[in-house]
C-alpha cells in the first residue's frame, strides 16, 4: 500500500517535471517507491512467518503480531533512509531516536494489531 502511495506521488512528480522541465529530485522520488516496497516486503514477510504463531497467543497475541509486522517495516524504511541520506532518516545510534522507534512501532502496532489481526 505504501508503494502504491509513493508510486502515485512518482507519477505525479513526473508529470509535474514533464510540464515544467525541473527534473530535480525525480530520482529521489522514484527511489521512495523503492524504498516503500523494500519497507512493505519486510512487513509481508515478518506477516507470513510470524503472524500465525504471534495470533495464537493468548489475548495479546494479534497485538503481538501487529507490533513485529510495524516494527519489521518501519526498521528497514528508517535504515534505508539512513543509508541513502545520511542524517535524514533515523539513525539508531542515538537514544532518543531508539526511544521514538520503539514507542511509534507499539503505537501503530497496537492499532494495526486490534484492527487487522483479532478473530471478530
Do not use: Q
Amino acid at each position: 500500500m505504501l508503494a502504491a502511495i509513493a508510486g502515485l506521488r512518482a507519477a505525479v512528480r513526473v508529470v509535474i517535471a514533464l510540464i515544467t522541465g525541473d527534473w530535480l529530485g525525480v530520482g529521489m522520488t522514484l527511489l521512495t517507491v523503492a524504498v516503500a516496497a523494500a519497507g512493505g516486503a519486510a512487513g509481508g514477510l515478518a506477516y507470513v512467518y510470524l503472524s500465525a504463531p504471534l495470533r495464537r497467543v493468548p489475548i495479546v497475541g494479534p497485538y503481538l503480531a501487529g507490533i513485529v509486522v510495524v516494527g519489521s517495516c518501519l526498521a528497514i524504511i528508517l535504515l534505508l533512509i539512513e543509508r541513502i541520506r545520511p542524517g535524514k532518516g533515523l539513525p539508531f545510534s542515538d537514544t532518543d531516536n531508539r526511544v521514538a522507534f520503539i514507542l511509534g512501532t507499539l503505537l501503530l502496532g497496537f492499532v494495526l494489531g486490534h484492527s487487522w489481526f483479532r478473530d471478530g
